[in-house]
T-cell receptor, first 115, second 112 residues
Framework: GAVVSQHPSRVICKSGTSVKIECRSLDFQATTMFWYRQFPKQSLMLMATSNEGSKATYEQGVEKDKFLINHASLTLSTLTVTSAHPEDSSFYIC???????????FGPGTRLLVL | GDSVTQMEGPVTLSEEAFLTINCTYTATGYPSLFWYVQYPGEGLQLLLKATKADDKGSNKGFEATYRKETTSFHLEKGSVQVSDSAVYFCALSGGGSYIPTFGRGTSLIVHP
């Protein structure tokens, strides 16, 4: 099956610093990539949807200036958490798909801990 | 808008028991339906999918049938193993929304 990678898998940073998370589709071209945040008790919260070459569409309540998303190519999207605070600590997961009816393939997730 | 409803968990079973995790949906159009599995500390993996009514998706002993008349996609397995312990997400894509819709996930715990 298709593979999506995320890097880093785990990051610890100080409050106030910025952290960049990369999401890559390794063997297919993804027209759309999604960024999720997963809270305790497992629920997934969609943060934003990004299409290659265009601005990301953010879900209501997600600060676009804090969570910067760039979808530079059909195989790479990045999420930058700017001026991270302890409340941003979470498990961030990306996914990618070719088209609307096709399967979403998920990355392994990035565990962010802000001290 | 589109929505997916899953049964509340956790579901706790003994090894070799029969598993059913209920999933119902509302959507316009003709969505594809999916089950994803998430093992502890990992991302979601596709378990199975069905793209049209009456299709049955199956994988690793799990199966689910796309029932348009009852708008359901229940996940079943005849004999669960301890290694099946995970969180299972039902999802749809390609209904009335461009964005995939996920259920809240159901945690499965299998005891030896």
């Amino acid at each position: 099956g298709a593979v999506v990678s995320q890097h880093p898998s785990r990051v610890i940073c100080k409050s106030g610093t910025s952290v960049k998370i990369e999401c890559r589709s390794l063997d297919f071209q993804a027209t759309t990539m999604f960024w999720y945040r997963q809270f305790p008790k497992q629920s997934l919260m969609l943060m934003a949807t990004s299409n290659e070459g265009s601005k990301a569409t953010y879900e209501q309540g997600v600060e676009k200036d804090k969570f910067l998303i760039n979808h530079a190519s059909l195989t790479l999207s990045t999420l930058t958490v700017t001026s991270a605070h302890p409340e941003d600590s979470s498990f961030y997961i990306c996914s990618a798909r070719v088209s609307v009816q096709e399967t979403q393939y998920f990355g392994p997730g990035t565990r962010l801990l802000v001290l | 808008g589109d929505s997916v409803t899953q049964m509340e968990g956790p579901v706790t079973l003994s090894e070799e028991a029969f598993l059913t995790i209920n999933c119902t949906y509302t959507a316009t159009g003709y969505p594809s339906l999916f089950w994803y599995v998430q093992y502890p500390g990992e991302g979601l993996q596709l378990l199975l999918k069905a793209t049209k009514a009456d299709d049955k998706g199956s994988n690793k002993g799990f199966e689910a049938t796309y029932r348009k008349e009852t708008t359901s996609f229940h996940l079943e397995k005849g004999s669960v193993q301890v290694s099946d312990s995970a969180v299972y997400f039902c999802a749809l894509s390609g209904g009335g929304s461009y964005i995939p819709t996920f259920g809240r996930g159901t945690s499965l715990i299998v005891h030896p």
